[in-house]
C-alpha cells in the first residue's frame, strides 16, 4: 500500500510522449515488460528487497530527466533513482510501485583535461568504463571496489561509496567537484564545477554526495582524477591473530609511506567462503603453504616499479623476519596482481553464494573493530543459531569479517540459510547498539536505505536528524523522491 499516487496506464501514455525513444520505457501496465523482466530492477543485489514497481524509465538526456520529474511531481507520482542497482541496504528498490528512473542510458563521457584531470560525465557511466577510458590517458578514477563492473559512477556519488583505495584517495566528498542535478520539481541545477577552489557561499553539492536518491537526480558528475600509478604491486599476508594485523598495518604505513595505496583484511571466515567459492567455479589453487586466522592485503602504487619492489620486499623480509606473519605472497606479474586482490574483492559474492547474507557496515575504532566480530558469533551462539551448535543446516552457516582496515571500516556478513524475522531479531538492534557503544556509526560506507534508517538514532543525534529533515522538505516538500528510505 502506497501513500502516492498509483501509477496507470494512462500515466504511462504522458510518460511516453516525453521520452524519445519506445524502448526508454518498460512496464507490466501496457504489457511491454513482464513482470519477470521488471525483477532485475525490482529486486536488489543480494535479493533480499522485493519491489513491486510497475514502470521502469530509462530517460536519454538531462532534459527528459527533467521532464519525467516534472511530470511525476506534478502528479504526486513516487520515483525510486537508480544506478547500477548494486547498493546494499535496498535503496534503489521501490519498497511498494515507486517508478524506478534508471540512469543507464545517460552513458557518455562529456570530457576530460589532461592538465588538471578533471572528467566530466554522465551519472550512468559504469564505474570500469570510466577508469578504462581514464586509464588509456595515465589517469585513474579515485575510487576502486568489488561492483566496479556494474554500479555507475552517479551512483557512486549518491552513496559516496568508499571502496579499496579510500585510504589513498580519500572521500568522494573531496574529489568530486561539480554536480547537474535534477531536482524533484524537474529544475535542473547546473553545477558541473571544474574548480577546486571555491568559497562562494554553501557547498550545495556536498549535500548530493551520500543524499542516496532522496533529494535529486545526479545526472553528471565533474571530478577529479589523479595520475595513475606506473608501477603497482601487492601482497596478501596470513597471520595469527587480529593483534598482528594491527601490528602490519602499522610497519606498513611506517615502511611503504606515500606509496601505500590500500590495506584491507578478512579472517579465515571470509577466506574459507571465497575458497569454496573458487573450487566451485573451477579455481581450485593452494596460495599459502600456512593459513592464518586472519589475512591482510597490502597494495602499492608509485611511480618508480624497482624503487616501489624494494620497499615491499623490505617490508616483506621484515615481517618473516620477525615473526609477525606466518606466510606471505607478492604478486610476480599483472594475473598474480589481479588474482591476489580477487582473494578479498570475492568476499562478498562467495558469501552471497553460500547463502542469504545479513550484511553490516560499520565503523569503529581499529583497536576494537575485530571485538564486533567476536561479540556477534558469541550473541548468536547464545541464541542457539550457529551451525557450529551442532544443527547440520545453520541456519547460520557463517560469520564472516573483513574490511577496509585502514579506514576503520568492518564488515560483518552472517550468512543463513535464508532470511527469517526471527535471525534478524537476534542481531538488530544489538549489532547497532554494540556500534554505537564504541561511538561507530552503523553505516560507513553503504549508506542507510531501507535497512538502516530505522535505525539513525544510533549514530546521529536528534538535532543532527532535525536538520536533515528539513534539508529533505527543502528540496522534495511532496516527499516523492526515494519514499520510506534514509531518513523516516
Ligand atoms: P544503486 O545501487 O543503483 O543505488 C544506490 C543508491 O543511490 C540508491 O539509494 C539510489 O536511489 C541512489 N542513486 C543511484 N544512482 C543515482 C543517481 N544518479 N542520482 C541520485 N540517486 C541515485 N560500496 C562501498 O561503499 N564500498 C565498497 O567497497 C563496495 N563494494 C561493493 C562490492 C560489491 C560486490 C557490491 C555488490 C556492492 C559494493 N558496494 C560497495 C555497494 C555499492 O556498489 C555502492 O554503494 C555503489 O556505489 C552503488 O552504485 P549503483 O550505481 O549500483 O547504485
Ligand atoms: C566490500 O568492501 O567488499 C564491500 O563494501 C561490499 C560488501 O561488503 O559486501
Ligand atoms: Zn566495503
Known amino acids: 500500500h502506497s501513500e502516492f499516487t498509483k501509477p496507470t496506464a494512462e500515466h504511462i501514455k504522458d510518460l511516453r510522449a516525453i521520452l524519445s525513444a519506445p524502448t526508454s520505457l518498460l512496464s507490466t501496465l501496457d504489457g511491454t515488460a513482464t513482470e519477470d523482466e521488471l525483477a532485475s530492477f525490482n529486486d536488489d543485489w543480494m535479493n533480499k528487497y522485493h519491489g513491486k514497481g510497475p514502470i521502469v524509465v ?42 524506478i528512473l534508471n540512469l543507464t542510458n545517460l552513458n557518455q563521457i562529456r570530457s576530460f583535461d589532461p592538465v588538471s584531470g578533471v572528467l566530466v560525465a554522465d551519472a550512468g557511466v559504469i564505474l570500469e568504463a570510466a577508469d578504462h577510458h581514464l586509464a588509456e590517458k595515465g589517469f585513474i578514477f579515485p575510487l576502486d571496489l568489488g561492483a566496479k563492473g556494474s554500479c555507475h559512477i552517479g551512483g557512486n556519488v549518491a552513496t559516496n561509496a568508499g571502496g579499496l583505495r579510500l585510504l589513498r584517495y580519500g572521500s568522494l566528498h573531496g574529489s568530486v567537484l561539480g554536480l547537474e542535478v535534477v531536482l524533484p520539481d524537474g529544475t535542473i541545477w547546473e553545477g558541473l564545477s571544474k574548480l577546486r577552489k571555491d568559497n562562494t557561499g554553501f557547498d550545495i553539492k556536498q549535500l548530493f554526495i551520500g543524499s542516496e536518491g532522496t533529494i535529486g537526480i545526479i545526472t553528471a558528475i565533474s571530478i577529479l582524477c589523479p595520475r595513475r600509478p606506473s608501477a603497482m604491486n601487492v601482497a596478501v599476508f596470513s597471520l595469527p591473530s587480529y593483534e598482528a594485523v594491527q601490528k602490519v598495518y602499522a610497519e606498513a604505513k611506517g615502511q611503504l609511506g606515500e606509496i601505500l595505496s590500500a590495506f584491507e583484511f578478512f579472517d579465515r571466515q571470509s577466506y574459507a567462503l571465497v575458497k569454496k567459492h573458487q573450487e566451485e567455479n573451477g579455481g581450485e589453487r593452494k596460495v599459502f603453504e600456512t593459513e592464518g586466522d586472519f589475512y591482510c592485503l597490502i597494495e602499492t602504487g608509485g611511480s618508480n616499479a624497482e624503487h616501489d619492489e624494494a620497499k615491499l620486499s623490505a617490508l616483506l623480509e621484515h615481517l618473516m623476519e620477525n615473526e609477525m606473519v606466518l606466510d606471505g605472497v607478492l604478486a610476480q606479474d599483472s594475473t598474480q596482481f589481479q588474482s591476489l586482490w580477487q582473494l578479498r574483492e570475492l568476499v562478498p559474492e562467495s558469501a552471497g553464494k553460500a547463502g542469504s547474507v545479513y550484511k553490516y557496515d560499520v565503523s569503529v575504532p581499529v583497536g576494537k573493530m575485530y571485538s564486533l566480530v567476536e561479540k556477534m ?15 547440520p543446516e545453520g541456519p547460520i552457516r557463517a560469520v564472516a569479517g573483513y574490511g577496509h582496515m585502514g579506514d576503520g571500516n568492518l564488515h560483518i556478513n552472517i550468512v543463513a540459510n535464508k532470511y527469517t524475522d526471527d535471525v534478524e531479531k537476534i542481531i538488530e538492534p544489538y549489532i547497532y547498539e554494540i556500534v554505537a557503544e564504541n561511538e561507530g556509526s552503523i553505516s560507513a560506507e553503504h549508506g542507510l536505505g531501507v535497512m538502516k534508517a530505522p535505525y539513525i ?19 522534495d516538500p511532496k516527499g516523492l523522491l526515494n519514499p520510506y528510505k534514509y531518513i523516516v
Open 58 to 99: 530509462k530517460p536519454r538526456t538531462t532534459e527528459e530527466v527533467s521532464k519525467v520529474m516534472k511530470y511525476c511531481y506534478e502528479k504526486g507520482l513516487a520515483i525510486v533513482p537508480q544506478g547500477g542497482n548494486t547498493g546494499l541496504v535496498g535503496g534503489s528498490n521501490p519498497v511498494h510501485d515507486e517508478i
Open 377 to 391: 558469533r558469541t550473541k548468536l551462539r547464545e541464541g542457539g543459531v550457529l551451525e557450529e551448535d551442532g544443527r
Open 457 to 475: 538514532g544510533y549514530s546521529k543525534n536528534e538535532t543532527s536528524i532535525e536538520m536533515m529533515k528539513k534539508i529533505k522538505h527543502l528540496f
